[in-house]
């Protein structure tokens, strides 16, 4: 979908991106020939052509950070497809709810295929240099929560990422409310072991954890990698949503990328095992 997209453009919102579609002008090499063709009036092809050919090659150069500034919140979407095997999946737990007074506790993600976890006193400090491998953040509130916790608790780290923020683009689908309810309207599951687990339940086990409960630690883990795995299915279905809302006259290939199967909940345990018990 993202080499179909105008609207980063100067000027150009969704109904003059849908015109320029009808006008057989599919994506940006289309956009490009027809500007050489002078088919596009005159002020567009000369002001857009040259955004148009850095898109092609940071697109090809796989640099999403370079439409960071360009994509309207609710739009992000679009880098998925094309981005997909650069995105990090992320989730933090804090302490409270001021970057300027509380702590992160973990940090859970899922990059490369591979999850990752980070918890405050064992291996928080290789953060920074883990986020940085990244183009592309896919959070759920993450642009009101946790990347304004990250900045504060992380000065050095890179954090210039294009963001796909689950929030915006499922609330301009309809989906209200928190990522647990919009998970139940969706008919996604989550282990037993956490159901019911909430972010003031998070912070109560990280004081248990604290005070000796090495399962406290283990029940969080599984609780912020849980809701770290669940945005991957989120962005699919809410991509898919969104595809289809473009009225794109070519639908068909828009978005081929094949659904990614998360790590089941005996996958995430074994894999917490491993890793805590390492620690």
């Known amino acids: ?35 050489e063709n002078n088919r596009l009036c005159n ?14 090659e940071a697109t090809s150069g796989g640099d999403a950070r370079f439409f960071a500034p360009l994509l309207p ?45 980070f918890v405050n006193g064992f291996n928080l400090d290789q953060f920074p ?5 990244f183009p592309l953040l896919v959070t759920f509130n993450g642009s009101q929560f946790d990347v304004p ?7 050095e780290a890179r954090l210039d990422q294009a963001h796909i923020d689950l929030r915006f683009v499922l609330g301009s689908l309809g989906y209200r409310g928190g990522l647990k309810a919009i998970e139940r309207t969706l008919g996604l ?18 004081h248990s ?3 000796g409960d090495r399962a406290a630690l283990t029940k969080l883990a599984l609780y912020n990698l849980t809701d770290v795995v669940n945005m991957v299915e989120l962005v699919e279905i809410a ?7 473009t009225q794109h006259p070519n639908q068909e290939g828009l978005f081929d990328q094949p659904a990614t199967r998360k790590p089941d909940s005996e996958y995430i345990g074994t894999w917490l095992g491993e890793h805590l018990e390492a620690g």
């Open 209 to 211: 954890y604290r005070r």
């Open 73 to 117: 919140t609710r739009e992000t979407w679009r880098l998925y497809s094309e981005f997909s095997g650069q995105a990090l999946f992320l989730d933090i737990e804090t302490t409270g709810l001021s970057p300027h007074y509380d702590q992160v506790t973990t940090i859970g993600a899922l990059g490369d295929g591979k999850l990752a976890l």
């Open 189 to 206: 599951n989550r282990d037993p072991a956490v159901q019911g687990v909430d972010g003031f339940e998070a912070v109560r086990l990280w």
């Open 43 to 56: 002020s567009l092809g000369r002001s857009a052509a040259p955004l148009v050919r850095r898109s092609l």
């Open 149 to 155: 916790f990250l900045r504060a608790h992380f000065p």
């Open 1 to 35: 979908m993202l080499r179909n997209t105008f609207i980063h453009l100067p000027g150009v919102g969704p109904v003059r991106e849908r015109s320029l579609w009808m006008q057989g002008i599919l994506d940006w090499e289309c956009f490009l020939a027809a500007a």
């Open 129 to 133: 240099a883990y986020i940085a491998r």
């Open 239 to 245: 991509v898919r949503h969104k595809t289809r809302l």
